[in-house]
């Protein structure tokens, strides 16, 4: 496995995903050797072989800090492709695009098969805003390189097909989660709606401080972002021109126990993204009992019934939902429950099971 993420070094899903499907594959007998670049602390999983690319002249000498993300991921395909050890290895599995023009060269060079898995494209990182054309033709080498591809929704299948081409051998295989442990313990109203994970315009925070401006109105609640990410001040700049100084709240990075109490503590979780290819967050706040509403623009909605779905772009359709959620504890006591029951058909066990059946097809057949 070729990647840039795993734990503790954890920037979205992804790395969390390189975890878990590891330890499942490994549950079935497969020898999983890592390769990552040395950032952020090491790992201490034991069920794998990691191997870690120490940088140079993309870091600091004295601080090992990265100057510059795209020199660093530059200076670890170079890396990679020499320190390599093919032995004994039977495929090459690679994780987005960081690590995708090593991946490429190594698997045709060691005449090894090479699966991809996609769990985000350019386009959603850029909520297809001004994508950076260099990156996208990396991944659209990767994908027609690749044996096979893993996509982690069907959302992420179709943009594969519609913008790279590729519309054969690709797996929709759906990441597991890892479940809060907190329940919402009654659904007396709160007057307080989430937003959690990483705020960026990928993610449509806006669109949350905008459909505010509406069902403020008419509510009391306060609006709740927690997490970090490059649209923090717009989000309080947003907020501030619609008059929502007093309702936005951010909270910035927080701790598991503070993430439980605020999901535990509002009424409702919402993601309105422009592109999300999974959603993670999604399942971990159902998971509490959490009524959620999210853009129909979310992978993981697509295998959901028992939420609320909008057009990200629509605010005022996103403000009714919020309102009706917010005013009717009928709504929350009915969503909250059968939500957290859906989510349990999301697993880590599921998702090495069908990772480890494309491995299979690709060893069998090519």
Request: charged share 25%; glycine share 6%.
């Amino acid at each position: 496995m070729l990647g840039w993420e795993y734990p503790p070094h954890v920037v979205g899903g992804l790395g969390v995903h390189c975890a878990e499907v590891t330890k499942e594959l490994v549950k079935r007998g497969v020898e999983v050797d890592f390769y990552k670049p040395k950032i952020d602390g090491s790992p201490s999983d034991t069920h794998l072989k990691i191997h870690e690319v120490f940088l140079e002249s993309s870091v600091t000498k004295d601080t090992y800090e990265l100057k510059s993300f795209y020199e660093a991921v530059s200076e670890y395909n170079q890396k990679l492709t020499r320190e390599f050890d093919p032995k004994e290895v039977s495929l090459i599995h690679c994780h987005d695009w960081i690590a995708a023009e090593a991946a490429i060269q190594l698997s045709r060079k060691y005449s090894v098969p090479l699966i991809s898995t996609m769990h985000s494209t350019e386009f959603d990182r850029s909520a297809f805003f001004n994508p950076q054309q260099w990156i996208m033709a990396i991944e659209e080498r990767l994908v027609t390189n690749s044996n096979r591809v893993i996509a982690v929704s069907n959302l992420t299948k179709s943009l594969i097909a519609d913008y790279y081409g590729r519309k054969h051998g690709v797996d929709v295989v759906y990441n597991g989660f890892n479940p809060i442990n907190a329940l919402k313990p009654d659904y007396s109203p709160k007057g307080r709606v989430i937003f959690l994970g990483r705020i960026t315009t990928q993610k449509g925070p806006l669109f949350l401080v905008r459909a505010a401006k509406i069902f403020c109105q008419t509510t009391d609640a306060e609006i709740i972002f927690s997490g970090t990410g490059s649209s923090d001040s717009e989000v309080l700049r947003e907020a501030d021109k619609l008059g929502l100084s007093e309702r936005v709240k951010l909270l910035g990075h927080v701790s598991s126990e503070e993430v439980s109490y605020w999901l535990t503590h509002s009424d409702a979780y919402v993601l309105p993204a422009v592109s999300e290819p999974f959603g993670m967050t999604v399942l971990e706040a159902m998971s509490t009992g959490l009524p959620t509403i999210i853009s129909k623009s979310t992978g993981v909605g697509e295998s959901l019934n028992n939420v609320l779905k909008f057009d990200y772009w629509d605010t005022e359709e996103l403000a009714d939902l919020v309102s009706s959620t917010l005013s009717s504890t009928g709504l929350r006591s009915t969503m909250g429950p059968l939500g957290r029951e859906e989510t349990k058909s999301f697993s880590w066990a599921r998702c090495g099971e069908q990772t480890y059946e494309v491995y299979r097809r690709v060893l069998a057949h090519g």
